[in-house]
């Protein structure tokens, strides 16, 4: 059962639906220990813990994950996080209606052109259908590039660099209206 749905006009039907730890944990196991994903900090862990951890967030009254599909399929993760309370407690002025986000997308062998803004944009999009939140927070690794690019082509703007016990990060943050004005008339060439 969905929890949220977009339609990408040349992708198709993304979806997200609530993770269930225990049965979810080796297909992300396969996601979050792959070479490509080296910024999700899982790559030793075994499927026991990946479990453990996906149970431990799913347990907290402040932070959820969430599986999403693409045609059907799943496709990618995303969490999400009340920032004054989570992950960046102390490290940064939080306001009323901020939701931090993280998200992942499954290793593939045939990449589709436009499939990881796809993926942000439902992402960011299923976090604005909340009329509560005003501002999506990131903090992905100082040396994640490729997402920082992605993050500024979604609307996000950089507040500057932080240091996580687990890494440097580079916080950022989108309004509603900056995410609007950057994806209207998605998707791009």
């Given at each position: 059962m969905s929890t949220f749905t977009r339609i990408d006009?040349?992708?198709?039907?993304?979806?997200?639906?609530?993770?269930?730890?225990?049965?979810?944990a080796?297909?992300?196991?396969?996601?979050?220990?792959?070479?490509?994903?080296?910024?999700?900090l899982m790559g030793d862990a075994d499927v026991a813990a990946v479990a453990r951890e996906y149970r431990r967030i799913a347990a907290h009254p402040h932070h959820d994950?969430?599986?999403?599909?693409w045609r059907g399929r799943p496709a990618f993760l995303a969490e999400?996080?009340?920032?004054?309370?989570?992950?960046?407690?102390?490290?940064?002025?939080?306001?009323?209606?901020?939701?931090?986000m993280?998200?992942?997308?499954?290793?593939?062998?045939?990449?589709?052109?436009?499939?990881?803004?796809a993926v942000i944009t439902t992402v960011l999009a299923w976090l604005f259908a909340d009329p509560a939140t005003r501002r999506v927070v990131v903090e992905p690794d100082v040396r994640n590039h490729a997402v920082h690019a992605l993050n500024a082509a979604v609307g996000f703007t950089?507040?500057?660099?932080?240091?996580?016990?687990?890494?440097?990060?580079?916080?950022s943050v989108v309004t509603r209206d900056q995410f609007r004005d950057a994806?209207?008339?998605?998707?791009?060439a």
């Open positions: 006009a040349r992708l198709g039907l993304f979806a997200l639906r609530p993770l269930d730890p225990d049965a979810d080796p297909l992300l196991h396969r996601w979050v220990t792959h070479p490509k994903a080296a910024f999700w994950a969430y599986l999403g599909s999400r996080y009340d920032p004054a309370r989570v992950e960046l407690v102390g490290l940064y002025r939080s306001e009323p209606g901020d939701v931090g993280h998200f992942l997308c499954a290793p593939t062998d045939t990449p589709a052109h436009g499939f990881t803004r950089v507040v500057g660099e932080i240091r996580k016990p687990e890494k440097d990060a580079l916080l994806t209207e008339g998605d998707p791009p």
